[in-house]
């Protein structure tokens, strides 16, 4: 079998066959589109002298000017469009937002607290500088993000959330797979320019 019969239609025989990739390029077009559109206004205007020789000038009209305009153009057939190659799927991402916003939220408390607490303390001291006071806020606020940090992991792990990205992030690796497979099916595909039947060659 030569290679003229082998890329005949399957379906109805045709030899009006082409490359589904070519016939996919083809059907995008790019262009020049030329419109009459408002470039500019000529304004008339009327200038006005009063008895105390001020004057003033003032606008009574306008009259549009127009003016051939360019634009770009981008067209697709619908062949193109129904012959698309297929599209890649999305990768997952993993929700940190709880995690971020339960953080701060419990470091901003954490900083009020402590500030109470230091101000109706009897032994607190008023001759204590703004520079210690700012080291004991962060080494509380490095404690407690830690501490926060990990029983957020641990609630992740109870409430099932990494087993769900585990299971989706599964998903998207056999789908990337599913569609790499497609794309080399694709690229080695025809269709029949007479009936519109689909078929692979190897």
Not at 37 to 50: P, S
Not at 61 to 78: C, E, F, S, W
Not at 165 to 191: F, T, V
């Amino acid at each position: 079998m030569d290679n003229h019969e082998k890329f005949n239609c399957p379906h109805c025989g045709s030899d009006n066959t082409a490359l589904i990739p070519l016939v996919y390029k083809r059907g995008h077009a790019t262009g020049t589109a030329v419109h009459r559109e408002v470039v500019g206004y000529d304004v008339e205007t009327t200038t006005a002298t009063y008895s105390n020789g001020q004057s003033e000038t003032y606008e009574t009209g306008r009259t549009p000017i127009y003016g051939d305009v360019k634009h770009g153009t981008y067209t697709i057939t619908d062949l193109a469009a129904e012959i698309a190659p297929p599209n890649e799927p999305i990768k997952p991402i993993r929700d940190t937002k709880r995690s971020f916003v339960s953080e701060l939220g419990v470091l901003f408390m954490l900083y009020v607290a402590y500030l109470v607490t230091k101000l109706i303390s009897p032994v607190f001291s008023l001759g204590e500088d703004l520079i210690s006071l700012i080291i004991k806020f962060t080494i509380w606020g490095i404690v407690w993000l830690v501490l926060v940090h990990f029983f957020d992991k641990i609630w992740d792990i109870v409430s099932g959330k990494n087993a769900k990205y585990e299971k989706l992030l599964q998903k998207y690796e056999e789908d990337l797979y599913n569609y790499q497979q497609e794309c080399i099916a694709w690229e080695k595909s025809y269709i029949c320019m007479r009936c519109g039947h689909r078929f692979y060659v190897e």
